[in-house]
């Protein structure tokens, strides 16, 4: 592959990776929840690193070649993103962002003289079951994400026509190892798109209370839309 084609397929992998879409939408609103939006992004990206292995393997094209198998691909991953985009939107109506330019309790607190008399200092116990709980959560948002990506049968086709046509047999180079290379500048590209979507959403809306619930409340809708654009575009469009 020479240095042409190698550019070419970065420009498409740039601007795959900029079209918002159901990844964006599941970046936006965990970036801005409560905790760290990195496993939800990760989770994300290790999907396309499941792409990148089936189509070395070759099972990619099996997949995409197969009506049956791509049906229940389809099924899984509309079922999965519609409930993704419902629990988003009642999320979102009740989530409670946090604005940065508001005093915290501890200042108000100070300003009024109101000092609390006793804080209880927390047991062993109750740290180690608040760490259980964190790394649940942490661990529940890696996995939503890796079946997001992971179960897009988008995502899949997609690896299955783009990166094909940027082979190269006429090189020493086999072609499984191209794929490979392919694939995982496909993955670099997306690691900085998506953690720089991610930074921006917790930046620029999450000190901002009103615009943050609005974006969540387009975010899981955006999932369900695409999710229902799934289903008849598999299953009513011939």
Same mark, same amino acid.
């Given at each position: 592959m020479d240095l042409s084609q190698f550019t070419g397929f970065l420009l498409v992998s740039v601007t795959l990776a900029c079209t918002p879409g159901a990844d964006w939408a599941y970046i936006i609103s965990s970036a801005l929840g409560?905790?760290?939006?990195?496993?939800?992004?990760? /989770?994300? $990206?290790? /999907?396309?690193? !499941?792409?990148?292995?089936? &189509?070395?393997? /070759?099972?990619?094209?099996? !997949?995409? @070649? @197969?009506?049956?198998l791509l049906l229940w691909l389809t099924a899984a991953g509309s079922v999965y993103l519609l409930w993704l985009g419902i629990a988003t939107l009642r999320s979102g109506r009740n989530a409670r962002f946090f604005d940065a330019n508001a005093p915290s309790t501890s200042e108000i607190e100070a300003l009024d003289g109101d000092y609390p008399r006793s804080n209880p200092e927390p047991t062993?116990?109750?740290?180690? $079951?608040?760490?259980? !709980?964190?790394?649940? @959560? $942490?661990?529940?948002?890696? $996995?939503?994400? &890796?079946?997001?990506?992971?179960?897009?049968?988008?995502?899949l086709l997609l690896y299955v026509a783009l990166i094909p046509q940027y082979l190269d047999s006429s090189l020493d180079l086999p072609l499984s190892l191209q794929t490979g290379a392919l694939g995982l500048t496909h993955f670099a590209v997306s690691i900085l798109v998506y953690f720089s !979507?991610?930074?921006?959403a917790r930046v620029l809306l999450r000190s901002r209370p009103m615009a943050a619930r609005n974006v969540t409340m387009c975010s899981g809708t955006i999932m369900i839309l695409l999710a229902l654009g799934l289903v008849y575009e598999q299953f009513f469009v011939a």
């Open positions: 409560k905790t760290s939006y990195r496993p939800a992004v990760w /989770g994300l $990206l290790s /999907g396309y690193l !499941v792409h990148t292995a089936l &189509l070395v393997c /070759g099972i990619a094209a099996l !997949v995409a @070649s @197969s009506p049956s062993d116990s109750t740290v180690a $079951l608040l760490d259980k !709980v964190r790394h649940r @959560s $942490l661990r529940g948002q890696f $996995l939503k994400g &890796l079946l997001t990506s992971g179960t897009n049968p988008k995502a !979507v991610a930074l921006a």
